[in-house]
């Protein structure tokens, strides 16, 4: 049984680009949140997609946006990039009869240069 | 808002030294509780969780045990392994809340052979 999945596993872009982070859920799971961790820090919620709409927002700006497709898996897009997107980025799964309970990728590590 | 402290690090223990790291939550709803724990390089991984007060969490010899009266869940291990050395994270979820998962700042636990 596949665990998450997330692409690429590292990214370099710079200042002002556009950048889109891919997330497939865990075999079983409808619901998809987004995390930002800063070097050093715990996660941020940015924002959770549940039959392809977007439910909550974390305090993440516009520039911040995401997909979800019918077969459960998200897209993250993030543009005009600055520096400090520098981040793991962590993408998390759940089923909606348990949504509390997520399961994390190994995450996509971008560097904003 | 919701939000969870818990101690900061790092902590550094020899093998087989009892292991204790606290954590406390401010909740408006009635949250689930967890904890995660992440390996150098990797994303999180479900450590155990409790969804209602009393409840005790435990794998790996692990436990953590949710006491509603003192809004805590702290984390415990009677013998840690130096295996053991990771980033740990106290997080909860809950329906007022969305669902999104609010983090601890991380207490990172080194275990010397």
């Known amino acids: 049984d596949a665990g998450v999945t997330q692409s690429p596993t590292h990214l370099i872009k710079t200042r002002g680009q556009q950048v889109t982070l891919r997330c497939s859920p865990k075999s079983g799971h409808d619901t998809v949140s987004w995390y930002q961790q800063a070097l050093g820090q715990g996660p941020q919620f940015i924002f959770q997609y549940y039959e392809e709409e977007e439910r909550q927002r974390g305090n993440f700006p516009d520039r911040f946006s995401g997909h979800q497709f019918p077969n459960y898996s998200s897209e993250l897009n993030v543009n005009a990039l600055l520096l400090g997107d520098s981040a793991l980025y962590l993408c998390?799964?759940?089923?909606?009869?348990?949504?509390?309970?997520?399961?994390f990728g190994p995450g996509t590590r971008l560097l904003v240069l | 808002g919701d939000s969870v402290t818990q101690m900061e690090g790092p902590v550094t223990l020899s093998e087989e030294a009892c292991l204790t790291i606290?954590?406390?939550?401010?909740?408006?709803?009635?949250?689930?509780l967890f904890w995660y724990v992440q390996y150098p390089g990797e994303g999180l991984q479900l450590l155990l969780k409790?969804?209602?007060?009393?409840d005790k969490g435990s794998n790996k010899g692990f436990e953590a045990t949710y006491r509603k009266e003192t809004t805590s869940f702290h984390l415990e291990k009677g013998s840690v392994q130096v295996s053991d050395s990771a980033v740990y994270f106290c997080?909860?979820?809950?329906?007022?809340?969305?669902?999104?998962?609010?983090f601890g700042a991380g207490t990172r636990l080194f275990v010397k052979a």
């Open positions: 998390a799964s759940s089923r909606s009869g348990a949504r509390e309970t997520q399961y």
């Open positions: 409790a969804t209602k007060a009393d």
């Open positions: 606290n954590c406390t939550y401010t909740a408006t709803g009635y949250p689930s």
């Open positions: 997080a909860l979820s809950d329906r007022t809340g969305g669902f999104k998962t609010i």
